[in-house]
């Protein structure tokens, strides 16, 4: 495990993505609304610096830092979509993410969108011209329970485990990942801590948007 190439390009078919830290910078967003949503749902607002530790850890355990009860999870999750569907429209793409899903479809490798977000959100965000470089777009999935969406794509897709990586920046992700034996490629930029996910077991590592490009490009190297 670690920051070569766990899985060869040789050998994916499949590469499914995380939106929000992944593809989308909403992390500053999520972070603006976080005192509105404990208010709305009855947890206690997040302090500026619990923001280190709460990037290092899980969601289960952001959720007990909180007091918000996993019962509350699925509707603090709508309110954050609404409000994103409401406020986000300045929620901007990484610098390079275009270009990077452009280039990987044109290596002919299958694109899928896995994301607890809302697709109509996704797609505003992505644009029509990033969005069509997806073959499959599964919204509102469960933070902590993406292992069926993972499932049902590569059901859909016909491609086995084997042959996909997820790329996210979630624990949560990498868990679901692993869960069905998919392997998991941590991105640097995102909401989790790099550290956390290569202590949890990631496959790949990716410091930077360009390094994406590896995914089909056969290019291991950090």
């Not at 994916?12 to 989308?24: E, S, Y």
């Not at 609304?33 to 709305?40: K, M």
């Not at 429209?89 to 899903?101: A, D, K, N, R, Y």
């Not at 990942?177 to 941590?186: E, L």
Request: hydrophobic fraction near 45%; avoid cysteine; proline fraction near 5%.
């Amino acid at each position: 495990m670690g920051d070569g190439g766990a899985l060869s390009a040789r050998a994916r078919r499949l590469v499914l993505f995380d939106f929000d830290g992944t593809l989308a910078d909403s992390f500053p967003f999520f972070v603006a609304v976080l005192d509105e949503l404990a208010r709305l749902h009855g947890f206690s607002p997040v302090r500026p610096e619990q923001i280190p530790l709460m990037r290092r850890q899980d969601a289960r355990a952001n959720m007990r830092l909180v007091g918000m009860p996993a019962w509350k999870l699925p509707f603090v999750t709508a309110s954050f979509i609404r409000l994103m569907r409401e406020r986000g429209g300045t929620v901007p793409l990484f610098t390079g993410i275009p270009e990077t899903l452009a280039g990987l479809r044109a290596q002919g490798l299958t694109l899928a969108l896995l994301t607890s977000n809302s697709v109509d959100n996704a797609v505003r965000t992505l644009g029509p011209g990033n969005a069509r470089h997806f073959d499959y777009l599964e919204g509102r999935s469960a933070l902590l329970g993406k292992q069926g969406r993972i499932r049902k794509v590569l059901s859909r897709s016909g491609i086995p485990a084997a042959q996909a990586i997820y790329v996210g920046d979630q624990l949560s992700d990498l868990r679901a990942a692993h869960a069905v034996g998919v392997a998991f490629g941590a991105v640097a930029w995102g909401y989790a801590e790099l550290a956390s996910l290569r202590e949890a077991g990631a496959d790949e590592v990716f410091h930077e948007v360009s390094q994406l490009r590896r995914l089909a490009a056969g290019d291991d190297r950090d």
